[in-house]
């Protein structure tokens, strides 16, 4: 028992260790790769104007984006949203856990590219959706997510993980 | 110049300590040779005070806007306040890293000149101490160093800091965390000191004990000062989100609670040694981890920096390396240390141990739940959120239970087993009044909910035992330990009030047009909207309602506004707040409908003060504790 007991001691943070190890070290690529297309979560809530979001308004092909105020790596993808937005794709703010007066300052000092934002303060859209931290970009097609990337959205992960998606349903249409 | 200047210096420090632990490779562990430790020491204070000037040297650097420095540019500004201007360092990775580490340092060189020059453990506790400092300054300036230059030509103005950490209750949230967190490097040191020396007579308890005690009460406001920042500040709306950087957060605490409670027991009856010994290691452990999670960018959260895997690799390797450094000591002395003394059964340290395994099992699911996502998407690709509803499941039981042992062991002796007639005389009267008050609540609110009900029941019994003992302390002289008495009844304050918050709560979407005037319920009546107005401010817009109601006979008003920025068109919403004592009543106008009436928010947030009272009648029962003259 005690042999056992100094054996455990010593052996599962060695476990843990690796195991954090295996996921810092994940190649990026394979996440992609594995992600199943699932249906956006069915929801009702207002916008940050106040107005109610119409489920059409996620038609045809969205990126989604989670954001808010508070985070300090949305304001670092910012302008590659802002680029984006201009003739890419037309992008839908999911508002994270913030305030709407905090959220509609920070749109109008930083620039706005989103469509409209969906104001989230509590999270529960975003749960539903699997949403783990902002920021935090999805590829809907038809309302369908199709893809996910987590953390900062750029153009080496929006050539390799979205663009391939986008021209695929492109083409299949 | 002085950016330099204060680059080296924290890069003479990390030779100075590689230097102690280089020249102490040169004698035996074990061995007492007064010119060597005066030597390691004069190095050890040199190290530190390097760090210290330093440190300032960069809060001068930011004071003065030096915008050379890519940190201080792209979290400062010149318009800030000089006191936003210091809180800036620690807004991002690189610059509270730094704080982290002065902390580290801080209570480091405190502790090792507070120990006598002769004590046989303050070789090697030094020498644990220097490691641990050297490898997190390595981490800084080779990972994430704070003091690099914008070459060849400097910013010319600041990106300013986030506008939501200018705020007062940041500024001193993550320093108390971390002084709370980094505090716990003293009784890790120690007890790996103690291991090492393999000197079992010693006594190791007395000399950490008010330490580890003044990071608890760190580590206790600085968890509640960022609840309090999440509903005031970021209004959320909540207190407490079970975010991974909040669950890291409460892993140590519980574990330092755990400790706290063992170190009663096993200084008043040498009892539970071995498992003391094991959760002095664990803390700092789990405060380790904590770090870990929140820098590397293992898990995206409210709190997590901008990262790159480098960091996070070297954090684990480095931290994996001290706590199989510190467990293998201690699973090799493993054998030595089983006291031959077992708890007695019925006695207060068995049901202090029992509420020892509650909260390793709280730790253990808190771990469970911050790690499941992470080896389900390595194992399947799959994304899992966790969120409250797991969390609450687990502790409301593990709650009742650990009220339950808190209720015995009130009236519990130490070291004698209780009678079981004795047992059945202090805990009648608690149940019996919880029960009957928790019949009070039912009836008043005629709102069900189990969970809640299991959190307000534990509340009570512990709220009760407490008091009766008061009561009985009041008139028979019994002994009552104050300390542990007003933190307790912070305890079930806070089980109270947390499920209380948790039934009574509520929102409600109310279409109103200007004029009319409805009853929401049966405590909210004459909800009336009298007036809305337009007026001009400078660059902006007002649109406000004012709005007035009766909240169970008393009248509030409230002026919620919508802004309109005449620039872009933006349109922003400021909710009004109104705070008694019982409850928070929080409201926000919406949009005007086709039919000319507004839509409005209304939050009702019940208990919410009462949360952080209890954290303080916690902390002020440590620091009764501490300062009574007797301890122990």
């Known amino acids: ?173 | 110049m002085i950016g330099e200047i204060s680059h080296f210096l924290s890069l003479s420090a990390v030779l100075l300590l590689s230097l102690i632990l280089i020249f102490n490779l040169f004698f035996s562990l074990n061995k007492f040779h007064p010119n060597q430790l005066m030597l390691s020491m004069r190095l050890f204070n040199q190290a530190c005070w390097l760090v210290f000037i330093s440190f300032g040297m960069y809060v001068y650097l930011a004071i003065s806007d030096d915008f050379s420095i890519a940190y201080i540019a792209s979290h400062s500004n010149s318009q800030l306040p000089i006191f936003y201007k210091v809180t800036s360092i620690w807004s991002a990775h690189e610059g509270s890293m730094f704080l982290w580490i002065v902390f580290l340092t801080a209570w480091s060189i405190l502790f090792v000149n507070s120990l006598d020059k002769n004590h046989p453990l303050k070789k090697l506790t030094l020498l644990m101490l220097s490691l641990i400092i050297l490898g997190f300054l390595l981490f800084l300036l080779l990972t994430s160093n704070p003091f690099e230059r914008i070459l060849p030509f400097g910013a010319i103005e600041g990106a300013d800091i986030n506008p939501i950490l200018q705020d007062p209750a940041l500024a001193i949230h993550p320093p108390m965390l971390y002084l709370g967190y980094v505090g716990f490097v003293i009784s890790f040191s120690f007890i790996t000191a103690y291991l090492l020396k393999g000197d079992f007579e010693l006594q190791w308890e007395q000399d950490i004990k008010n330490w580890s005690f003044v990071a608890w009460i760190f580590l206790t406001i600085g968890i509640a000062l960022g609840s309090w920042w999440a509903y005031y500040e970021l209004g959320w709306g909540g207190y407490w989100f079970w975010d991974p950087v909040e669950n890291v957060a409460l892993m140590p605490w519980l574990a330092a609670t755990a400790f706290m409670h063992s170190l009663f027991a096993s200084s008043k009856s040498n009892v539970l040694k071995t498992w003391t010994m094991f959760l002095g290691i664990l803390i700092f452990v789990l405060s380790l981890f904590g770090a870990f999670i929140v820098r590397s960018g293992i898990i995206d959260s409210v709190h997590s920096f901008a990262t790159d895997p480098e960091r996070g690799l070297y954090l684990l390797s480095f931290s994996g390396l001290i706590t199989l450094l510190a467990l293998s000591i201690f699973a090799y002395r493993l054998p030595d240390l089983n006291s031959s003394k077992l708890v007695v059964s019925g006695s207060k340290e068995s049901f202090l141990s029992m509420n020892n395994i509650l909260m390793i099992t709280g730790i253990f699911s808190i771990f469970l739940g911050v790690t499941y996502p992470l080896i389900i998407e390595s194992m399947s690709g799959e994304k899992v959120s966790i969120g409250p509803p797991y969390y609450n499941t687990i502790f409301s039981p593990l709650i009742l239970i650990a009220a339950i042992f808190i209720m015995i062991s009130v009236d519990a002796l130490w070291q004698r087993s209780m009678s079981l007639k004795a047992l059945f005389i202090s805990v009648t009267a608690p149940t019996l009044l919880s029960l009957l008050f928790l019949y009070l609540i039912w009836r008043a609110t005629a709102v069900f909910s189990i969970l809640a009900y299991i959190g307000i029941f534990s509340g009570f019994l512990i709220l009760f035992s407490y008091l009766f003992r008061m009561i009985n302390n009041f008139f028979n002289k019994k002994y009552i330990n104050k300390g542990s008495a007003v933190a307790h009844i912070g305890l079930g304050l806070l089980f109270f009030a947390v499920s209380m918050n948790s039934i009574l709560s509520y929102e409600k979407n109310l279409n109103l047009a200007p004029g009319e005037s409805i009853s929401v319920n049966e405590s909210l009546q004459e909800f009336s909207f009298k007036d809305i107005r337009v007026f001009k401010a400078s660059n902006h817009d007002v649109i406000s309602a004012d709005i007035s109601f009766l909240h169970d006979g008393r009248e509030i008003s409230l002026s919620p506004q919508k802004r309109k920025y005449a620039t872009r068109g933006q349109i922003t919403s400021e909710s009004a707040i109104h705070t008694s004592v019982l409850k928070d009543s929080y409201l926000t106008i919406g949009d005007q409908l086709e039919n000319g009436s507004w839509t409005f928010s209304l939050k009702i947030n019940y208990f919410i003060k009462w949360i952080w009272f209890s954290a303080a009648l916690m902390v002020s029962g440590m620091l009764l504790t501490i300062f009574k003259k007797k301890v122990l």
């Open chain 1, 1 to 173: 028992m005690n042999q056992l007991l100094r054996f455990l001691i010593v052996i599962l943070p060695i476990l843990i260790v690796v195991f954090f190890a295996k996921v810092l070290l994940v190649d990026e690529e394979i996440k992609f790769a594995n992600f199943e297309a699932k249906n956006f979560p069915a929801f009702q809530m207002n916008d940050l104007s106040g107005n109610p979001v119409k489920a059409e308004s996620l038609d045809g092909i969205k990126l989604v984006n989670v954001w808010a105020s508070w985070c300090v790596t949305c304001l670092v993808e910012h302008p590659f949203l802002t680029k984006l937005s201009k003739n890419d794709i037309e992008i839908i703010g999911l508002n994270y856990k913030d305030a709407d007066s905090k959220a509609n300052a920070w749109l109008q000092k930083h620039g706005n590219p989103y469509l409209f934002s969906i104001y989230d303060p509590r999270g529960d859209l975003a749960f539903d959706l699997g949403v783990t931290g902002a920021p935090e970009s999805y590829l809907l097609i038809n309302n369908k997510v199709i893809g996910h990337i987590q953390g900062e959205m750029n153009q080496i992960k929006w050539e390799t993980a979205f663009l391939p998606l986008i021209e695929k349903a492109k083409q299949g249409s």
